[in-house]
């Protein structure tokens, strides 16, 4: 069996350099690798290439890309010569995608291809937060070639109907949720359900309840018992005014040096807090009309900013919550940090807190040291309701 006989024809007028690394005489399929531009491709018989490392990613991340398809970003890569940059998305748009160079220069990147290098079924091939390599056209515009491997995503349902995923953001060192008691007031269910789906991404959440000034004798009392609580499951709380300019200071000192995606409810301060650290972003704020915010979809996208003082925030209409996915109701105990610490005290060890004997967290909720609010929730969680909701979300 010659060499010859696994190439696929054609590549090597194509690429005259390219460089047979190996031949896997014994393995049926694939036949064969050749690294091309220092990405190493696996030849199948079948005619189609098989990336084995592009860069980070490995081999079992990675599918089958089509001969032709291949063929055609090499080529472009090659054609161009021209040096590769690193940036990353700040907003993404169908097609289009704006990415911030190493200078904190936006520029205009197309998306050529099909990213699907971590096996995602989404509707935007490239998300806000993707680190990426891009080349530069002799227009000034980009054209991203390679997607840094995702550290996280968020992803959830593009439409009711659909089947695939829209990733809301990448690379995700916190979340911040942005609740009030004021108007229009957060509910602990809100919050609760927002915790739950975080700690199923493995994405630390601070709390924020906005508009401080706005608290009367009675909401401030609720407000210091919900921090106690909140802070005793762990989760760091913070209340803010932006109006007043209440711990502005320590608002930041939350986000210095974090890309932080920041979510809550429409209306609840946002915009007018991030304003108020960095005045010259400019964001809208206002109440959206409620038939506005009630419309089909929203052709609302994510944006990240740069922070002066370091980090980088994400901010966007759309994001309430999290979204879909997939686990299971045996988990959602594990959700909530104070029962997960409880579990081992449980008789059963898939106890369920609900109705099995000697369960340590009931008897916690009992005496006082689970907040009720919080069974209360769990408890809503467990039944239908949250995943009929969840459901029907957008
Ligand atoms: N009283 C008071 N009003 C606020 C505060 N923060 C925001 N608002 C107002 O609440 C409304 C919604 O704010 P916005 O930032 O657009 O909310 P977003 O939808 O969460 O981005 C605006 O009218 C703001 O002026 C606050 O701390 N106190
Ligand atoms: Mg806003
Ligand atoms: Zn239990």
Redesign the pocket.
Known sequence: MSIDQFLIPGVQDLFPSIFLALIFAPLPEPAGIISIEGIVFLIRRSATLFPLSLRHHSAVQTPTYHTEYLISCIQEIRMSGKELYNGIVVRSTGSWASVRNEEGTRISCRIKGSFRMQGIDSTNPVAVGDKVRYHLEKDESGIISEILPRENYIIRKSTKLSKRGHILAANIDQAVL?ATLAFPRTSTGFIDRFLVTAEAYHIPVVIVF?????YDAALAERYHFLKEVYEKAGYQCLG????KGTKLEDFARVLKDKTSLLA?H????????INAIQPDLKLK????SAAHQKGKHTTTFAEMFHLHFGGFIIDS?GIKEFGLIDFDRQEVGERFPEMRALLPQCRFNNCTHVHEPDCAVRLAVEAGEIALFRYENYLGILNDDYWEETENYE
Do not use: Q, R, W
């Open positions: 942005m906005n508009k401080l000034d706005l803010t005014s932006a109006l809550g429409s209306g609840v301060g946002k915009s007018a807090l704020t206002g109440l959206i209409p």
